[in-house]
């Protein structure tokens, strides 16, 4: 983590303030005091000074449990206000058609509500064999690609909490068990994109990735669903994969992610 560079015009306490934020907000967890001093090369008074401000104002929070710190509910107010300006749903438009275009297949954008996937809009494929359109449709986020790829960057105690009355299998192929659908999030974070393999819809296959804000927030996904006679394995590896990763990449920095 480097430290921003003075300039003739910056307040430097400011710029020490937002480099925490910046540091915790790339950081998995939590970190001490001491950690924080040593990333940024710091002193511990310094930085004691800088969290209790932060703290007072909400953006970084102290966990009395483990003495350490974390980003706070403030931060996550203004990347949800900075969205809602930006206007996912026109942001998105651009590159739903780009990937429709590479890969005639219908593509969606859609949004988690609490255990739920919401489908926000779509651009439809030009083949007269299509999946029905999704447009406001809400299902269970673990068993769509789309879902499984924004729920795989929530903790296991989120998980457990969604879903603590357990899952309902939709298909034959829909992911029942939680502790299952725990490691298959850890792959889907690991490989960066999910697959729903006939677990919402039989005869239906589905390909999605996250998009990210510029905290790095999770704050939608990217999908691209077509028959199963359309999405074989080697398509879905050699094709749809790359497009739909590289999709949700630029949404992401559109979004001000890194």
């Known amino acids: 983590m480097m430290k921003r560079e003075k300039s003739e015009y910056a307040v430097q306490a400011v710029n020490n303030a937002i480099d925490i934020l910046d540091l915790l907000g790339d950081t998995e967890g939590e970190l001490s005091m001491s950690e924080i001093g040593a990333k940024l090369s710091l002193t511990r008074s310094n930085v004691n000074k800088l969290l209790a401000t932060l703290e ?26 900075y969205i809602k300006k930006l ?26 509500r609490d255990g739920n996937v919401v489908y926000l809009n ?44 357990g899952l309902t299998k939709v298909t034959d192929n829909t992911i029942a068990d939680v502790d299952e659908l725990e490691e298959e999030l850890e792959k889907v974070k690991e490989q960066g994109y999910a697959v729903d393999d ?18 790095n927030n999770v704050i939608a996904g990217i999908s691209v669903s077509a028959p199963l006679e359309r999405l074989s394995d080697e398509r879905i590896k050699k094709e749809v994969i790359p497009v739909i990763v590289d999709a949700a990449e630029k949404l992401s920095g559109k979004f001000g992610s890194k």
């Open 56 to 81: 007072g104002f909400g953006y970084v929070e102290y966990n009395r449990y483990t003495g350490n710190f974390r980003l706070g509910v403030k931060t996550f107010q203004i990347s949800q206000a």
């Open 87 to 112: 206007n996912l749903i026109e942001i998105s438009v651009q590159i739903l058609t780009l990937v429709k275009e590479k890969l005639n297949e219908s593509v969606y954008i859609s949004v988690l």
């Open 122 to 165: 779509m651009v439809e494929t030009d083949h007269a064999v299509r999946v029905l359109p999704r447009i406001g449709n809400v299902g269970p986020a673990y068993a769509t690609a789309t879902g499984k790829a924004q729920l795989a960057y929530k903790s296991n105690e989120e998980i457990e909490r969604l879903y603590k009355e």
């Open 198 to 215: 006939e677990e919402y819809e039989m005869g239906v296959r589905c390909v999605g990735a996250p998009i990210f804000d510029f905290m």
